[in-house]
T-cell receptor
């Protein structure tokens, strides 16, 4: 009954590959986010969706493409992976009156 | 650009001592939130303080907010080894932006 779940937990892949990370929330929240946490622990917002509509699209390479099939899901597809994409990616959700609820992260390692 | 910037980057104290972490931000806010992150886990919400509040308590946590200085502080009293984690602030100005956090180590 995890509130925000992301899969996979670990992802190891080679440069140039395409991969996806999935996120689902069962909290009924309207807004979902993707964050990237680098090795220095800096947590940077990447995307925000509200009711399946893109709200925030930070300066992220267009190799990253979020997809929200419904408001409970926000997936992240990454094309042509690069070494610098190695990080922990966190999904989060919230409603207007609640704080953020985070998933436990996906550790992506690009070799 | 990020909003919340935590200070110090790292803090090491003995169990029983108090820990104070600071957060600065750049623009006007609706509220400011503090989160905790244990190693290998997602962030967990600790406390929210609204822009019209100056101080808020929750158990051993005390948060202050100074909107004129665009800063907030998180005080953890009587720290425990289990408080060892990274602490982040985030401002809710239509989106949620974080900094790099303060890494707190509480030695038993």
């Amino acid at each position: 009954d995890t509130a925000v779940s992301q899969t996979p937990k670990y992802l190891v892949t080679q440069m140039g590959n395409d991969k996806s990370i999935k996120c689902e929330q069962n909290l009924g929240h309207d807004t979902m986010y993707w964050y990237k946490q680098d090795s220095k622990k800096f947590l940077k917002i990447m995307f925000s969706y509200n009711n399946k509509e893109l709200i925030i699209n930070e300066t992220v390479p267009n190799r990253f493409s979020p997809k929200s099939p419904d408001k409970a899901h926000l997936n992240l597809h990454i094309n042509s992976l690069e070494l610098g994409d190695s990080a922990v990616y966190f999904c989060a959700s919230q409603s207007r009156v609640t704080p953020l609820h985070f998933g436990n992260g996906t550790r992506l390692t690009v070799t | 650009s990020q909003q919340g910037e935590e200070d110090p980057q790292a803090l090491s104290i003995q169990e029983g001592e108090n820990a104070t972490m600071n957060c600065s931000y750049k623009t006007s806010i609706n509220n400011l939130q503090w989160y905790r992150q244990n190693s290998g886990r997602g962030l967990v919400h600790l406390i929210l303080i609204r822009s019209n509040e100056r101080e808020k308590h929750s158990g051993r946590l005390r948060v202050t907010l100074d909107t004129s200085k665009k800063s907030s502080s998180l005080l953890i009293t009587a720290s425990r080894a289990a408080d060892t984690a990274s602490y982040f602030c985030a401002t809710d100005n239509n989106d949620m932006r974080f900094g790099a956090g303060t890494r707190l180590t509480v030695k038993p």
